[in-house]
């Protein structure tokens, strides 16, 4: 009888991570992603949170700031918060960038990983309007903190309407996260003096993305 036992079959090195991806235009990011993303750390217990500022993003008209600025925001905006990379993968690719081109990469990054899509409400309920969204669902659990209904400029902050889910039919996991009626567009309406709803910035964003914004002179035009 041989003294020789089968090695065990290598586990794939990702095996038993989980990693987040949260993409975005981030233009610019403010205290309700910053949120989301302590949110989805905390719950879904990720080994990595992937934040990617959108590069040419196919669903959007209006023209994004220029891409070094969402990064510099993003890294301050998201500073401190543990297993966070701001990720540039997305501004570099040539051409439209698709959310399933990234979660492709980040599977053969991370082979044998479990991957959450973090995203908002308003995301999911145009999920089927994403390139290859089937391929989207093949490679991630989609992770979905609800959002108000309103969150334009003039939006009321402690308004509590939420976004109606429940006829979506494909599979997601809830986060729970108190509802920020809050968003890029209040920002940028705040900085151009179109909205003078609150007395300032730092309450939208947090105090290095404003900061930026001032020294930058950003925003200060409508685009």
């Known amino acids: 009888m041989s003294d020789l ?3 065990s079959p290598q586990r794939p090195p990702g095996a038993g991570l989980r990693i987040g991806m949260f993409g975005g235009a981030f233009d610019p990011p403010h205290w309700a992603h910053r949120n989301l993303a302590e949110t989805a750390l905390k719950q879904l217990g990720l080994d ?3 934040i990617l500022p959108t590069g040419q993003a196919w669903h959007k008209t209006r023209v994004l700031i220029p891409a070094e600025h969402r990064v510099a925001m993003c890294e301050r905006a998201f500073a401190g918060l543990p297993h966070v990379k701001v990720d540039q993968r997305e501004i570099r690719r040539d051409g439209p960038s698709y959310t399933a081109d ?4 980040l599977a053969a990054e991370y082979p044998g990983a479990q991957i959450f899509l973090v995203l908002g409400a308003d995301q999911l ?3 089927k309007t994403w390139v290859r969204w089937q391929e989207v669902l093949q ?17 009321v902050s402690d308004s509590q309407v939420e976004q109606d889910l429940s006829g979506v039919d494909i599979p997601f996991t809830r986060l729970d996260m108190p509802l920020h009626n809050l968003s890029a567009t209040a920002v940028r309406a705040q900085v151009q003096g179109k909205s003078r709803r609150y007395p300032d ?3 939208l964003v947090p105090e290095g993305v404003a900061r930026y914004i001032s020294e930058h002179h950003l925003y200060r035009h409508a685009t």
């Open 139 to 155: 490679c991630a659990t989609l992770a979905v903190a609800n959002r108000g209904v309103n969150i334009g400029a003039e939006a």
């Open 48 to 50: 990595q949170l992937h």
């Open 102 to 105: 990234t979660l492709r990469e």
């Open 125 to 127: 309920l145009a999920f």
């Open 201 to 203: 910035l730092d309450v």
């Open 5 to 7: 036992t089968a090695p």
